[in-house]
């Protein structure tokens, strides 16, 4: 009899054993100590995405230091926070935004602050060119004269390259860093209404449209 309430109770210690070794600790766990803050690193799931909206980028700001606050800066582009900690954002951007941006996570607490960027592209959506608008500061000018019209020509498509032409007679010179414009001027007996073309094109074709200059 003495036999089997050893063994009753060997086996009720033995429970009581393993069923403290899985219980969970409910106990306070203490925060991470407060020390200088560091950067580990800056993560993106990828870094090109296409401008409108749609792409994302999904970007994470790995840091260290205890009591951490996570402050996100961009010039051109929408951040979204993804976590209560502001550590994890997405990255977006319309089309005014396409090329190389800059994105740089600030990690501070009461111990100072530190921070890490990384870059995220955006490239554009090829699509078929097509002109919105050609437009100029004059609808004349003097022949023979110094007098010259600045002519831009608005078009979207992506990827664009411009080409300009005059029909008839007058000088044209394009705008080096800008080729979307161009002066238009026009020689002594060079009279009458003149046209002036653009031509955009990538590789999913090309088009074309036209505005019309007074000389006199």
Same mark, same amino acid.
């Given at each position: 009899?003495?036999?089997?309430? #050893?063994?009753?109770?060997?086996?009720?210690?033995?429970?009581?054993?393993?069923?403290?070794?899985?219980?969970?600790?409910?106990?306070?766990? @203490?925060?991470?100590?407060?020390?200088?803050?560091?950067?580990?690193?800056?993560?993106?799931?990828?870094?090109?995405?296409?401008?409108? @909206?749609?792409?994302?980028?999904?970007?994470?700001?790995?840091?260290?230091? @205890?009591?951490?606050?996570?402050?996100?800066?961009?010039?051109?582009?929408?951040?979204?926070?993804?976590?209560?900690?502001?550590?994890?954002?997405?990255?977006?951007?319309?089309?005014?935004?396409?090329?190389?941006?800059? #994105?740089?996570?600030?990690?501070?607490?009461?111990?100072?602050?530190?921070?890490?960027?990384?870059?995220?592209?955006?490239?554009?959506?090829?699509?078929?060119?097509?002109?919105?608008? #050609?437009?100029?500061?004059?609808?004349?000018?003097?022949?023979?004269?110094?007098?010259?019209?600045?002519?831009?020509?608005?078009?979207?498509? @992506?990827?664009?390259?411009?080409?300009?032409?005059?029909?008839?007679?007058?000088?044209?010179?394009?705008?080096?860093?800008?080729?979307?414009?161009?002066?238009?001027?026009?020689?002594?007996?060079?009279?009458?209404?003149?046209?002036?073309?653009?031509?955009?094109?990538?590789?999913?074709?090309?088009?074309?449209?036209?505005?019309?200059?007074?000389?006199?």
């Amino acid at each position: 009899m003495k036999l089997k309430q #050893i063994l009753l109770n060997l086996q009720i210690i033995l429970f009581m054993v393993i069923l403290s070794g899985c219980q969970k600790n409910d106990g306070p766990t @203490g925060n991470e100590p407060e020390t200088a803050p560091s950067i580990k690193s800056i993560d993106a799931n990828k870094t090109q995405i296409l401008y409108g @909206g749609m792409d994302e980028a999904i970007i994470t700001c790995n840091a260290s230091g @205890g009591n951490l606050k996570f402050v996100w800066q961009v010039d051109l582009g929408d951040l979204v926070p993804l976590n209560n900690e502001r550590s994890k954002v997405s990255y977006t951007g319309a089309a005014c935004c396409v090329g190389d941006k800059i #994105i740089t996570c600030t990690v501070s607490n009461s111990k100072g602050s530190v921070s890490k960027s990384i870059t995220v592209t955006i490239l554009e959506v090829i699509k078929q060119p097509e002109i919105i608008t #050609i437009e100029s500061d004059k609808t004349e000018i003097q022949s023979g004269s110094a007098e010259k019209a600045n002519i831009v020509c608005y078009a979207i498509g @992506g990827n664009l390259k411009y080409a300009w032409k005059v029909v008839d007679c007058g000088d044209i010179t394009v705008n080096e860093s800008d080729n979307t414009k161009i002066t238009y001027s026009a020689p002594q007996n060079c009279v009458g209404t003149k046209t002036i073309k653009c031509t955009v094109s990538n590789e999913k074709g090309s088009f074309s449209d036209s505005i019309q200059m007074t000389v006199k």
